[in-house]
């Protein structure tokens, strides 16, 4: 039998064809009726079925006894217990006490997703975090401070641009983020063909890079200090283009003062780019016909990431190239989470609260991870005691892990709803396995919104009945709030139980079809509701991005706002590092991570057909800077850093840039306790034993895993 389904695991959302045979999944293909991924498909959607059949994934509840044994448990039991250890907790400690980390894959399954809103009423803790201070926060915050909305969130049209500068992205390995774009090497390659120009700015020369017209190194850590520099050449030079966004926004005399001092050839010794090439790259910018300046996960996790989303965006609104075809467009998705959001008041927040250990700042109701540990380490009034992660494995994804396993390990109380018995899960008291994302339904309630089409696709599940005592993520954490509730006594009049009680009575379906009336394609419209998506299996075309300021705008003053006070702020905090010396210290080694479009964050390698080869955890050293070391290819070397050592092969290569090394995320599969048997045999070790959770974005909280100082030597 033939059967349409959407890949779940990354952001390009692509269209699956698979053929099932007796309840197997025997063959996996794009599927090419699909408006947007067009058959487009890469090596992780066979392994969709790995994670499926997988031998170690969880079946069931398990609890975990004082003696540390593992055993089955019923859902009743299980659920009963959480609650009330939860609720226990809570009432000796206070509602901070207990904390919660959500992990990507929440971000992928909107049904989840949306009960984690139900689940954060009910906790009523300011403890919350997620791996979003790990990753995008800083595009979040720009676009809070300047388009006044969170999820106003704007992606580059590929499809149409002429020129696309990319900051610290490598779609070639990660398919592309905040840009969901299938086949984003096909986009890039089309560019090129019709005349256009890839530009790659990078401090290694990436698959991405290879494939551009040009590349640049850039030193981990200097964005900021570029983009000011590339703003300054703009400014200094007279190339702003006039347009309509002079009539929707303001601050742009303060844009051009934050600028001041910041030439191309002041930093260049920093940056590590010439002066001659960021004026060129301000120049063909501002001359393009239309252009795209796109940034992603390198310029945001790093210590100034909060300054490079906000400069990015001010960037290619000055220049014209905002809010256009070509440049830089606000998708237009089915079903609207940002203005769902705003009926009820939700764009988004800041500084509302600040962690109690290091004083961080609160974004959108989240504590930045990087004070996760602290807060489990530190004795005293609110101390974290008990936490819930939800689909997330923090001890290898977050800064200075380790730290992190053993807070983890001295917690009175941790539940964990999670396919595996992980690095992370390990130190839960019960896990709460969910159904297997061939299980359950898909639609891309986030990531339409980020893509560079405008398309619906919703997939049932492959499977009806899933296998083994699994329930799906969403009902297990509403049962979650509900019972802790209930523990808690007093439901009435809680705005939690009403949020819990109307998630569960709604159910995500019917969610989804309310928002896809209410929507921009819903009645009146073209009428899409969830029945027209279940008829349409290959999803749905709803055309190409379209101008939507100063529309969408969602400022109290309904402004876009080139220059937020807080930011411009922050660049005295910029210029005070560059300018001592602390930005990019000279002569030792700093740090970046690396994605293999093989491998996805840390759980993808239980697939033995992901994994096999050659082992990918290796660390990428410039000959030059091996050399100088006594290292040879191939050779064993210890990393060190101040948080900690990790030992792995080291692969010389000349695509590095100089005083740069490079090590993978996501790896370190040899924890005792965790049941990953695939993983193990190839575990390699943790990137984030190394990263440092006071090296991180101070005004956002983002963490800072780029340019981080290590050493390295032989071992
Ligand atoms: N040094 C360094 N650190 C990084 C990064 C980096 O590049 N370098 N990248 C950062 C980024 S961008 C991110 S997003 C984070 C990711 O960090 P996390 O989100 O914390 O971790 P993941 O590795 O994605 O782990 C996902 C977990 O969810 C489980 N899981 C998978 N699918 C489901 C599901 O459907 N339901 C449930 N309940 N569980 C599920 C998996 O078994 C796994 O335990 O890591 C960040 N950390
Ligand atoms: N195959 C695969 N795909 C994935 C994932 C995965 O783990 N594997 N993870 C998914 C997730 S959760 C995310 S968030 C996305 C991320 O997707 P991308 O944003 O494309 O992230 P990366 O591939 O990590 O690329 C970041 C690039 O930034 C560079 N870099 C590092 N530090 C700096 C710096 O200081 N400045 C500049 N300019 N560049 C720097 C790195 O060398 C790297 O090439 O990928 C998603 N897709
Ligand atoms: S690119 Fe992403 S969505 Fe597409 S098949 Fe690969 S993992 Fe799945
Ligand atoms: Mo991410």
């Excluded at 390009?12 to 053929?19: D, F, I, K, S």
Aim: aromatic content about 4%; overall charge neutral; glycine content about 10%.
């Amino acid at each position: 039998m033939r059967r349409s389904l959407t890949c779940s695991l990354c952001e390009a959302l692509c269209g699956l064809e698979v053929e099932v045979d007796g309840g197997a999944v025997t063959s996996v293909r794009g599927d090419a009726e699909d408006p947007l991924s067009r058959g487009h498909i890469c090596p992780k959607a066979v392994a969709l079925t790995d994670l499926h059949d997988d031998p170690d994934r969880l079946k069931g509840p398990m609890r975990r006894d004082a003696q540390g044994q593992w055993s089955p448990v019923s859902w009743g039991e299980a659920l009963g217990e959480v609650s009330r250890r939860l609720a226990q907790v809570q009432a000796e400690h206070g509602r901070d006490a207990v904390g919660l980390y959500v992990g990507n894959p929440m971000a992928h399954n909107f049904s989840g997703a949306l009960a984690l809103q139900a689940l954060k009423q009910a906790l009523g803790s300011r403890n919350l975090t997620s791996a979003t201070s790990a990753d995008q926060l800083p595009h979040m915050f720009a676009a809070l401070l300047m388009f006044g909305h969170q999820l106003a969130l704007p992606v580059p049209d590929v499809d149409r641009t002429d020129l696309m500068i990319i900051v610290g992205a490598n779609p070639a390995a990660s398919n592309g983020s905040l840009m969901t774009a299938p086949g984003i090497m096909k986009r890039l390659a089309a560019i090129r063909s019709r005349g256009g120009e890839v530009i790659v700015l990078d401090p290694r020369r990436t698959r991405t890079a290879e494939a551009a017209d040009a590349h640049y190194f850039i030193r981990p850590g200097t964005d900021a200090l570029f983009l000011l520099a590339m703003l300054h050449v703009i400014f200094e030079e007279g190339l702003t283009r006039p347009g309509l966004w002079q009539g929707y926004s303001k601050g742009l005399s303060a844009l051009k003062g934050a600028a001041l001092g910041f030439s191309p050839e002041a930093v260049a010794a920093a940056v590590g780019v010439e002066a001659e090439v960021t004026r060129g790259l301000a120049r063909k910018m501002a001359r393009a016909r239309s252009a795209a300046l796109y940034g992603r996960f390198g310029i945001c996790t790093q210590r100034f990431g909060g300054l490079c989303a906000w400069l990015i965006n001010a960037i290619n609104v000055v220049t014209g190239h905002f809010d256009r075809p070509g440049g830089l467009m606000f998708a237009r998705p089915a079903a609207d989470l940002a203005d769902l959001a705003s009926l009820v008041g939700q764009r988004g927040s800041y500084d509302r609260w600040r962690s109690r250990v290091s004083n961080l700042p609160e974004f959108s109701g989240e504590l930045p991870v990087s004070a996760l540990a602290e807060e489990m380490l530190t004795p005293g009034p609110g101390q974290l005691r008990a936490l819930i992660t939800v689909a997330g494995n923090p001890a290898l994804s977050t800064p200075n892990g380790a730290q992190l396993d053993r807070a983890m390990a001295s917690l009175d109380f941790m539940v964990a709803v999670d396919l595996y018995l992980n690095e992370t899960t390990r130190h839960a008291h019960i896990i709460l396995p969910p159904v297997s994302p061939l299980e359950r339904d898909h639609y891309g309630l986030i990531f339409h919104a980020l893509a560079v089409r405008n398309t619906a696709r919703f997939s049932p599940p492959l499977f009806d009945s899933p296998v083994g005592d699994v329930r799906p993520d969403w009902s297990i954490i509403l049962d979650m709030a509900r019972g802790l509730l209930k523990a808690r006594g007093g439901i009435e009049g809680h705005l939690g139980a009403l949020a819990v009680g109307a998630m569960a009575r709604v159910g995500p379906r019917r969610w989804l079809d309310a928002a896809l009336r209410v929507g921009p394609y819903g009645i009146g419209a073209q009428g899409l509701t969830l029945d027209r998506l279940l008829e349409a299996p290959h999803g749905i075309d709803l055309g190409p991005l379209t101008p939507a300021l100063p529309e969408r705008l969602q400022s109290p003053d309904g402004l876009l706002d080139l220059a937020p006070d807080v930011l411009v702020a922050d660049v005295e905090r910029l210029r005070e590092a560059w300018t001592s010396g602390s930005l990019a210290p000279a002569g030792g080694l700093a740090l970046i991570g690396r994605r293999d479009l093989r491998s996805l964050n840390s759980w993808m390698h239980n697939s033995d057909r992901l994994v096999r080869g050659q082992p990918r955890c290796t660390l990428l050293i410039h000959p030059d800077d091996a050399g100088a070391r006594g290292i040879a290819d191939g050779q064993r070397v210890s990393i060190t850093s101040r948080t900690g050592a990790v030992e792995v092969d080291a692969a010389l290569d000349a695509a590095m840039m100089p005083g740069v090394v490079s090590l993978p995320h996501g790896w370190g599969h040899d924890r005792p306790g965790a049941a990953l048997s695939v993983a193990a045999r190839r575990p390699g070790a943790s990137v984030n034993d190394l990263t440092d959770e006071i090296h991180l974005d101070t005004l956002t909280g983002t963490a800072g895993f780029s340019g981080v100082p290590v050493e390295v030597a032989p071992a």
